[in-house]
């Protein structure tokens, strides 16, 4: 009877299996080995092949800047670009001078590998001569007239030379350098005055409405500005200033700068504020008159037969004046002047004339008047018996009026276009009078008068040009 294991295998049959295992495992690793050696072999067959590329550029970059370090000495000593052209030398730029009495120390920016010449001439480029040298300077003599010494500088290499750079000098401390026509060296800056100091109000006058202010300054000035509020900077010739048109009890800012003078125009320092109430303890009034002031000291002169000049004083608050004749109101004239021409009158007539003045703000004031009269129509003068009383010559140009201290001025123009007779004598004479019937002789056309107050006048004049007479002119005036 068989009593063996039924699960039990063979002994045999045990080993072929572990036969069969050890094989396949020892193929496998095998395997295993020979893809490891291969994977080393290309992973060092790569790392060779990119080292052998990094040699390669780096001989390539060594070739290459070897071939350009020898390419730049080639055109440095040949003076040739690459494809064998000729390169010219730069000219000199930005040459530099300063003086001294009579030479002008010029300064050439040095060039590496290049020697520097300069050469002057003093009679319009006709011969040049080599400047000496002072250390690194070149020098250039100069005169003390409006003469320009030319100058020329350029670089040489070898054989090879650059174009001139060309200039003048001159005295006083005169450079120019022909590219830029630029003076060298450049003027000192301007440096503006300090600003004033100790601003300060010196005096008040309620009355006037004025206030003067003074200032102290360092340094020098040409003159000084001032300005109140929000107003313009006004010129002031001293250390002190009148503010005008000021309101009690009111406060005011002013503003005072230094004006000086420089190489550019004008110069100014920074402003000094001083604030202020211009009369403190003064209350305003407050019922303000106002009235417009009449118009003061109308007057009239240079009365002719038909004309007359109707003048009066200034009043700074006035607009405008309104001038008229007697009752024509409506024919009145406007105008911001004191004086007014009026025409068209009648000879031996009595006028009234009246002036009003009006305010910007529309008010006016009373009228201020003058009465006066025309004077006669100028009558034929009486012949002068030493004359002859036939003109050989149109009358003169003549003027009137009255001037301080009770005198009449006449004052007369007679153009000569060369027809005229001269001689050596000093003709024209002129023979003037205020009555026509006493005459005075004068060579100048410029005649004086003393006249009462009140009195009209009638003032003749004819000149005398070597035997030949001018027609008399005659005019009227009155004080």
Not at 285 to 298: G, I
Not at 430 to 455: C, L, N
Not at 472 to 479: D, E, N
Request: negative net charge; hydrophobic residues 30%.
């Amino acid at each position: 009877m068989d009593m063996s294991d039924p699960h039990t295998e063979d002994s045999s049959s045990v080993d072929d299996r572990i036969t069969q295992l050890d094989q396949r495992f020892t193929q496998q690793m095998n395997e295993l080995r020979r893809d490891s050696v291969a994977d080393r072999n290309d992973t060092a067959q790569s790392v060779t092949t990119l080292r052998q590329d990094v040699a390669d550029l780096q001989a390539g970059v060594s070739n290459n800047r070897a071939s350009i370090e020898t390419l730049q000495r080639t055109c440095e000593h040949d003076h040739t670009d690459k494809d064998g052209h000729s390169m010219a030398i730069q000219p000199p730029t930005g040459v530099k001078a300063r003086f001294a009495p009579g030479w002008a120390y010029l300064t050439v920016a040095p060039k590496n590998g290049h020697s520097i010449e300069v050469e002057y001439s003093t009679d319009d480029s006709t011969s040049w001569h080599a400047a000496s040298t002072f250390g690194a300077e070149y020098l250039v003599p100069m005169y003390n007239d409006p003469r320009r010494t030319e100058w020329r500088a350029r670089y040489k290499r070898a054989e090879s030379v650059s174009t001139w750079t060309t200039g003048k000098v001159g005295s006083p401390d005169f450079f120019q350098e022909d590219s830029d026509h630029k003076p060298n060296p450049d003027p000192t800056p301007d440096t503006p005055p300090a600003a004033p100091n100790g601003v300060q109000v010196t005096a008040e006058d309620a009355t006037a409405g004025t206030a003067r202010i003074e200032w102290s300054q360092t340094g020098t000035v040409d003159h000084w500005e001032v300005k109140t509020g929000s107003g313009e900077f006004q010129p002031a010739s001293g250390r002190d200033y009148v503010l005008r048109n000021l309101t009690p009890g009111t406060a005011y800012e002013v503003q005072v700068r230094a004006v000086g003078k420089g190489n550019s125009g004008l110069l100014y320092s920074p402003a000094t504020t001083h604030r202020f109430v211009f009369q403190a303890d003064v209350k305003p009034d407050p019922d303000p008159d106002t009235t417009v002031a009449t118009p003061r000291n109308v007057r009239a002169h240079c009365i002719a037969p038909t004309s007359t000049k109707l003048e009066w004083d200034r009043d700074p608050v006035v607009h405008e004046y309104e001038v008229w004749l007697d009752a024509a109101q409506n024919a009145a004239q406007r105008t911001q002047d004191t004086l007014v021409s009026v025409k068209g009158l009648k000879p031996e007539t009595q006028y009234t004339a009246h002036v009003v003045a009006h305010t910007a703000d529309g008010r006016k004031s009373q009228p201020g008047s003058i009465v006066f009269k025309t004077g006669s129509p100028e009558p034929a003068p009486d012949p002068d018996p030493d004359v002859d009383v036939k003109a050989d010559w149109p009358a003169p140009d003549l003027m009137v009026w009255p001037i301080e201290n009770g005198k009449v001025r006449a004052t007369w123009d007679d153009p000569d276009d060369g027809s005229k007779p001269k001689s050596a004598m000093g003709y024209p004479f002129w023979h003037v009078s205020v009555d026509q019937r006493t005459w005075y002789f004068t060579k100048t056309r410029e005649f004086e008068f003393e006249v009462a107050p009140g009195a009209e006048v009638m003032f003749s004049v004819y000149g005398v040009w070597d035997n030949t007479l001018t027609a008399i002119a005659t005019k009227g005036a009155a004080l």
